[in-house]
């Protein structure tokens, strides 16, 4: 939430401080106290674990073309990480999305997160994640989370930073699936 920072107060921003939650997790004989690691996970992948946890048979991963399944999941579990007997890679970067209205206009955000960055790109809003980016985004916003790890100096106009803005809007349009760890699709 927000509290002043970037001049904002609330929750409804494409910002880290507004989407970014600590998770603490503790399962009884697998996590070790005050265990700390660093991997990427993001709430749809709460649920798996604790499906994994329990010893319950796993939700199917959603296909790709998802509308009409009654239960899948987009999440993965990372109880491996958990345990330590987790994959030797693991996602390298997670999504978020929000809604904004821009010039009387609605338009969806859409942010993909890696180690060293931050990126959005605000689109016309349609219903659910666009099938295809088409369309020039109305903005885009892109930060240097070790240079600015509070995300105060946009570089979208950057041009030092073009090709990590190509690297990350590619990562962006490939969505969710491109990020998962290897070997949770058949055909990896």
């Not at 880290?16 to 991997?39: C, F, M, W, Y």
Request: with cysteine; net charge negative.
């Amino acid at each position: 939430v927000h509290l002043g920072e970037n001049g904002m107060w609330g929750k409804d921003t494409s910002f880290e401080v507004a989407n970014r939650i600590p998770l603490l997790i503790s399962i009884p004989g697998v996590t070790k106290a005050n265990t700390k690691n660093r991997n990427f996970v993001e709430l749809v992948d709460i649920f798996p674990t604790l499906i994994e946890a329990a010893q319950l048979p796993a939700v199917p991963m959603c296909p790709r073309e998802s509308s009409g399944w009654a239960f899948c999941t987009e999440g993965v579990s990372f109880l491996p990480l958990l345990t330590g007997k987790g994959p030797t890679h693991w996602k390298n970067r997670v999504y978020w999305q929000g809604r904004w209205n821009f010039d009387n206009a609605r338009y969806n955000a859409y942010t993909v997160r890696t180690d060293g960055y931050r990126y959005t790109e605000y689109v016309e809003h349609t219903d659910g994640f666009p099938r295809e980016w088409s369309k020039e985004p109305k903005a885009t916003e892109l930060y240097d989370k070790k240079m600015d790890p509070g995300e105060n100096m946009n570089l979208w106009n950057d041009s030092n930073y073009a090709g990590v803005m190509k690297d990350l809007s590619e990562k962006l349009h490939a969505g969710w699936r491109s990020a998962l760890p290897r070997g949770i699709f058949a055909d990896d």
